[in-house]
């Protein structure tokens, strides 16, 4: 992952610090009876993902930097992200709505001064992602689907869940990124979050469970006084998969840690791909994943 798209890709999953520790999303209030939208920008790549999913993705007009899925929004308008949105570009689109995160205050007084409606997105944990996809099928136009959709969801997750219910839970250390050469920077999943949610319905405990926060800025002490029984690092962004053996040499590093239960008995796993830091439909893939190498009986 070049400098440039890690760091973009951090300060995606580094929201957790902000987005995930909101409540669940909603509407501004003058919008919420207005008509269905037909010319949406998504600033939210799981928002975006929800829509095409619910076969809306017509609708879609303009999408974020960092949106890879589906292959279709390769094709739309990019108008920035989080950090950077690009207001110009998003008027110029004549939107009916724009779906924002709930921190981009600057944009939605822009958005307020043009007229624009726009779903504020909010996020908290693993259910909130069937709320969100409820409430967007419904402002969209779409509640049937967007029901059907979420029920899928709930049900795959259910089906994970069911899968290990009876299955010793290994204490797990899930790191969402660290600095690539070596065992610095270390961020993993805290005991509060869609991530951490995501490890307890794969049948994982999670090492930093006790700390109810959604990330963990873990040194080496520390994961050598906690002692995973399991290390998941996932790895995501553009490009990533096709980097196999360069992220199997950087997976080395852990040997350092040779005392650590996981490094010692050859647990120590990469999972790549974006559904792992997406909460949107894809959810139930990652967990699966998830589940499958806590678990390899599973296999």
């Known amino acids: 992952m070049t400098k440039s798209i890690r760091s973009a890709c951090l300060a995606v999953v580094w929201s957790l610090s902000v987005i995930l520790a909101l409540a669940v999303s909603g509407f501004r209030s003058n919008a919420a009876n207005a008509a269905a939208p037909q010319r949406i920008i998504s600033i939210i790549p799981s928002v975006t993902e929800m829509i095409f999913a619910m076969g809306a993705g017509g609708k879609v007009v303009g999408v974020t930097s960092f949106d890879r899925h589906p292959p279709e929004v390769s094709r739309l ?21 724009v ?12 958005l307020d001064r043009a007229g624009i409606p726009y779903y504020s997105y909010q996020h908290r944990a693993l259910a909130d992602i069937m709320t969100t996809i409820r409430a967007v099928g419904v402002r969209i136009g779409a509640g049937a689907r967007g029901e059907q959709l979420a029920g899928d969801v709930e049900r795959g997750i259910d089906a994970v869940r069911a899968s290990v219910a009876r299955l010793a839970r290994p204490s797990t250390l899930l790191v969402f990124d660290r600095n690539p050469s070596a065992l610095t920077d270390i961020y993993a999943s805290g005991g509060y979050g869609f991530m951490h949610d995501m490890l307890v319905a794969a049948g ?48 080395r590093a852990w040997s350092a840690l040779g005392s650590v239960p ?19 439909p894809r959810v139930v893939e990652a967990i699966r994943a998830l589940a499958r190498t806590i678990h390899p009986e599973l296999r």
């Not at 779906?99 to 822009?110: A, F, G, H, I, S």
């Not at 994961?223 to 998969?241: N, S």
């Open 77 to 97: 308008a990019r108008v920035g992200a989080l950090l950077d949105p690009d207001v110009e570009r998003i008027l110029s689109l004549k939107p009916d709505l």
């Open 204 to 251: 994982g405990a999670d090492v930093f469970g006790d700390l109810k926060q959604q990330s963990v800025q873990a040194g080496t002490e520390l994961i050598l006084a906690r002692r995973p029984e399991v290390i998941i690092e996932l790895r995501y962004g553009e490009g990533d998969a096709k980097r196999t053996s360069e992220i199997a040499r950087q997976m």
């Open 99 to 110: 779906v924002v995160y709930n921190t981009q205050t600057e944009l939605k007084q822009r």
């Open 262 to 280: 996981a490094v010692r008995n050859g647990r120590v796993h990469v999972l790549v791909g974006d559904e792992f830091v997406t909460p949107g």
